[in-house]
């Protein structure tokens, strides 16, 4: 199944930036997850990749964290499904919700300012702290 990866309208991952294998799955399952390869690792070169502008290539490397590879390589496994197919559309779609996420940037923090009336909160209770303190010293000269 190579097709190429729409993601939206005019984004589009040509079916040569994708690879896919399909191995044995892990966990419960019984004698037949021993025969069966239906987890699919899904791969997609993205240092090579012409399909996406640099600033979402260093937003989607940022957002991959531990699915790059050194090589600049996206990998997605999936092993929800009982089949094959089931699991490389799985993959397919967890790779078009990483990349929809680093098509838009994020928007910029504005720095806020602390209320007056947090600015209060906070003094009174470092005032009651330091009173508190306070209480606990010995009056002078009685050591």
Do not use: Y
């Not at 929809?100 to 909160?121: D, E, F, G, I, Y």
Request: proline share 8%; net charge positive; hydrophobic share 35%.
């Amino acid at each position: 199944m190579n097709e190429p990866l729409v993601i939206e309208g005019t984004v589009v991952i040509p079916a040569a930036d994708l690879s896919w294998t399909a191995v044995r799955s892990g966990g419960p399952g019984g004698q037949n997850v021993n025969k069966v390869a239906s987890k699919v690792v899904l791969r997609f070169a993205l240092a090579n990749s012409a399909a996406l502008t640099s600033e979402v290539k260093a937003r989607l490397r940022a957002l991959a964290g531990s699915r790059l590879t050194e090589a600049g390589e996206i990998i997605v496994t999936s092993q929800a499904g009982p089949d094959q197919r089931q699991n490389l559309e799985d993959a397919r779609a967890k790779l078009r919700q990483l990349v929809v996420r680093a098509l838009h940037p994020p928007r910029p923090r504005r720095p806020t300012r602390p209320t007056r009336a947090s600015q209060a909160r906070r003094l009174d209770t470092k005032k009651r702290h330091g009173a508190k303190k306070q209480t606990r010293r010995c009056p002078p000269g009685e050591d």
